[in-house]
């Protein structure tokens, strides 16, 4: 079974700053992949950044990236230029290939402070 | 498109009590899900469907839960009698083809008395 790792519970960033949030997982599956969904206050899940296992490059959407390092089996996201509206629960997933049931990490609280 | 609209998205109610949950996937989308969220446990997968059919129910957590979804463009999960331990928010959300990607609905929070 898969699992996914969120170290960090809770995070704060100044405005305009910079954040990474961590995520680690584990799995014996070759072709799968990862995301970061984002949930503000108001509850809506947003999906934010996909990457695909078999692609080596760093999924870029805007101001957000990630870092994956398939051999360590971690997929973090970095947040540039942080804004107030970053701030939610982001959630690392895991879905392998074929499968049809996201694993969701516990989630991290960020806030991002003015 | 609207996105994917649940109802209630408050509900307050009293142990015993019958407890229905709706929700309409986006237009068009051929897979949905329900998931439960808590504190203690995260994001729970409790059942998805393909083309209006039940597919993997294994994360119901007792008979006092059911879903169905009678026609693609409306789905149910019934919690009845509801407990306490129940409360909880309960999330739907749909997608076309490619699981992955998911549009979620705004959720339905359940507080059981």
């Known amino acids: 079974a898969q699992t996914v790792t969120q170290s960090q519970p809770e995070m704060s960033v100044q405005e305009a700053e910079t954040v990474t949030l961590s995520c680690t997982y584990d799995t014996s599956e070759n072709n799968y992949y990862l995301f970061w969904y984002k949930q503000p206050p108001s509850r809506q899940m947003i999906l934010v950044i996909r990457q695909e296992a078999y692609k080596q490059q760093n999924a870029t959407e805007n101001r957000f990236s990630v870092n994956f390092q398939k051999a360590a089996k971690s997929f973090s996201l970095k947040i540039s230029d942080s804004q107030l509206g970053d701030t939610a629960m982001y959630f690392c997933?895991?879905?392998?290939?074929?499968?049809?049931?996201?694993?969701f990490g516990k989630g991290t609280k960020l806030s991002v402070i003015p | 498109d609207a996105g994917v609209i649940q109802s209630p998205r408050h509900e307050v109610t009293e142990m015993g009590q019958e407890v229905t949950l709706r929700c309409k996937p986006i237009?068009?989308?051929?897979?949905l899900f329900w998931y439960r969220q808590t504190m203690m446990r995260g994001l729970e997968l409790l059942i998805y469907f393909n083309n209006n059919v039940p597919i993997d129910d294994s994360g119901m957590p007792e008979d006092r839960f059911s879903a169905k979804m009678p026609n693609a463009s409306f789905s149910t999960l019934k919690i009845q009698p509801s407990e306490p331990r129940d409360s909880a928010v309960y999330f739907c959300?749909?997608?076309?083809?490619?699981?992955?990607?998911?549009?979620f609905g705004e959720g339905s929070r359940l507080t059981v008395l």
């Open positions: 959300a749909s997608t076309l083809g490619f699981v992955g990607e998911l549009f």
């Open positions: 997933a895991f879905i392998g290939a074929g499968s049809y049931q996201l694993t």
């Open positions: 237009s068009g989308h051929d897979y």
